[in-house]
């Protein structure tokens, strides 16, 4: 299977993808798919306050935020997906893919990892020692959406314009870290959504 590029925002690529189904009325930019479920809590100027409910995802680490280490992580956990996992059980595709990026205490070295929305918790053990389980507690995030396709760049401006926004609205926040959420395959050309993520301290 030949393995498209993938960029930084850009990261669902999928052959066969099933839309899934739930109680939860997901909102349009997931476009009919699973997405993590959360209330609206408020809409300000520049960004959302959402409340998160518990969440499930598949996670590995990757060497950077380059688009090839970026890819590299994404066929890893597609491949899980697609039943490279010890029940050898296929699991329907969600959105978003999320990208972590977070600075190590006082190095500013970046710590990346690439991470795949999981609708059911009943998650199958990975064969790969590199993919882990995530449960990421239920809480307040502060997100930033913007269209296009984005790259890395643009995710840091967004990001930084966020904090500005956030700052200014007396908003606290995780300072060292934040996530980027990409919604939309290449081939969507239109209607792009963009994320970015600062969770509340």
């Not at 190095?107 to 882990?132: F, H, M, W």
């Not at 890395?152 to 956030?166: A, T």
């Amino acid at each position: 299977m030949a393995k498209t590029p993938v960029s930084f925002f850009g990261l669902l690529v999928v052959l066969i993808v099933f839309p899934g189904s739930g109680c939860w009325e997901a909102p349009g930019f997931c476009r009919g798919y699973e997405c993590p479920v959360y209330t609206l809590v408020q809409e300000n100027n520049g960004f959302e306050e959402r409340n998160y409910d518990t969440s499930y995802w598949i996670t590995t680490d990757v060497a950077s935020t380059s688009k090839d280490d970026v890819a590299t992580g994404f066929w890893k956990l597609y491949y899980f997906n697609k039943g490279e996992n010890k029940e050898k059980k296929e699991i329907v595709m969600t959105r978003p893919v999320l990208v972590t990026v977070k600075e190590a205490d006082g190095t500013g070295e970046k710590q990346v990892s690439i991470s795949l929305y999981q609708s059911d918790s009943d998650i199958p053990a990975p064969n790969d020692e590199t993919i882990r389980i995530t449960m990421v507690p239920g809480g307040t995030v502060y997100v930033r959406s913007f269209g296009g396709f984005a790259e890395y760049e643009d995710g840091i401006n967004e990001v930084n314009s966020l904090k500005e926004e956030l700052r200014a609205a007396g908003k606290q926040f995780v300072e060292n870290g934040f996530d980027a959420a990409g919604y939309d395959a290449p081939w969507d050309l239109i209607y792009r959504h963009n994320e970015v993520w600062l969770h509340a301290a």
